[in-house]
Antibody
Framework: QLQLQESGPGLVKPSETLSLTCTVS??????????WGWIRQPPGKGLEWIGN???????YYNPSLKSRVTVSVDTSKNQFSLKLISVTAADTAVYYC???????????????WGQGTTVTVSS | DIQVTQSPSSVSASLGDRVTITCRAS??????LAWYQQRPGKAPKLLIY???SLQSGVPSRFSGSGSGTDFTLTISRLLPEDFATYYC?????????FGQGTRLEIK
C-alpha cells in the first residue's frame, strides 16, 4: 500500500527558505499516471493547492505562489520536494504531500495523502 | 483560473439525516470535480472523483452528482463519523482549486 511521509524543519525564520521532502513508499514515483504535489492549510483555514509535478519533469504551480515555489523530484530516492523562498508568517500552515491521479482529459483527485507536517514561520 | 464556490459554509444536522452540499465552478469543468472529507487534525480523504465515482472503500451513503458548473455531494443517513469538514476541488485543469469548505456539525 502506497504511503507518503513529509519531513523537514518545523520552524523557519522570516525571509528564509522553507524546504520539505515527501518520501514515497510502497510504490514507485516514476509512473506516468500520477502527479505528485503539495497542499497547505493555514491554522483554522481551508486547503490551498501549492503545486504538482510529474516524474518526467513537467510542473504546475499556484499562480499566487509561483514566483516563490519550486517542486522537484528525485527518482533515485523515490522522493519529491518543496522549496518556498522568502517566507513570511502568512506561510505558517500544515503542509501535505499527495498523489494526483491523471485521467484521460483531467484528474481523478488526490487519492493518497501524507499525514501533514506543521511549519511555523517565526523569528 | 477556475474558481469553485461551496455552500453552505456550515450546516447542522442530526444523526440519520440526509445532507446535501453544493459546489459551483466559475466555468464549465465537465465532470472533473472531486470531494474530500477532513476530520480535525487529519489529512483530507478522497470520497468522490469524476463528480460521481465513489473512491474505493468509501461507504455508499456518500454520493455525488452534477456536470458543467453545478455539483452536489449528498450524505444519506448521517453517522457520527460523518461530522467533519468537506471540500470540493476542480480537477479539470491546472491550477487546481479547492472550495472554501463546508463544516458539518451535529445538531
Amino acid at each position: 500500500q502506497l504511503q507518503l511521509q513529509e519531513s523537514g524543519p518545523g520552524l523557519v525564520k522570516p525571509s528564509e527558505t522553507l524546504s520539505l521532502t515527501c518520501t514515497v513508499s510502497g510504490g514507485s514515483i516514476s509512473s506516468n499516471i500520477y502527479f505528485w504535489g503539495w497542499i497547505r492549510q493555514p491554522p483554522g483555514k481551508g486547503l490551498e493547492w501549492i503545486g504538482n509535478l510529474h516524474y518526467s519533469g513537467s510542473s504546475y504551480y499556484n499562480p499566487s505562489l509561483k514566483s516563490r515555489v519550486t517542486v522537484s523530484v528525485d527518482t533515485s530516492k523515490n522522493q519529491f520536494s518543496l522549496k518556498l523562498i522568502s517566507v513570511t508568517a502568512a506561510d505558517t500552515a500544515v503542509y501535505y504531500c499527495a498523489r494526483l491521479v491523471s485521467a484521460a482529459a483531467g484528474f481523478d483527485g488526490m487519492d493518497v495523502w501524507g499525514q501533514g507536517t506543521t511549519v511555523t514561520v517565526s523569528s | 483560473d477556475i474558481q469553485v464556490t461551496q455552500s453552505p459554509s456550515s450546516v447542522s444536522a442530526s444523526l440519520g439525516d440526509r445532507v446535501t452540499i453544493t459546489c459551483r465552478a466559475s466555468q464549465g469543468i465537465r465532470r472533473w470535480l472531486a470531494w474530500y472529507q477532513q476530520r480535525p487534525g487529519k489529512a483530507p480523504k478522497l470520497l468522490i472523483y469524476g463528480a460521481s465515482s465513489l473512491q474505493s472503500g468509501v461507504p455508499s451513503r456518500f454520493s455525488g452528482s452534477g456536470s458543467g458548473t453545478d455539483f452536489t455531494l449528498t450524505i444519506s443517513r448521517l453517522l457520527p463519523e460523518d461530522f467533519a469538514t468537506y471540500y470540493c476541488q476542480q480537477t479539470n485543469s491546472f491550477p487546481i482549486t479547492f472550495g472554501q469548505g463546508t463544516r458539518l456539525e451535529i445538531k
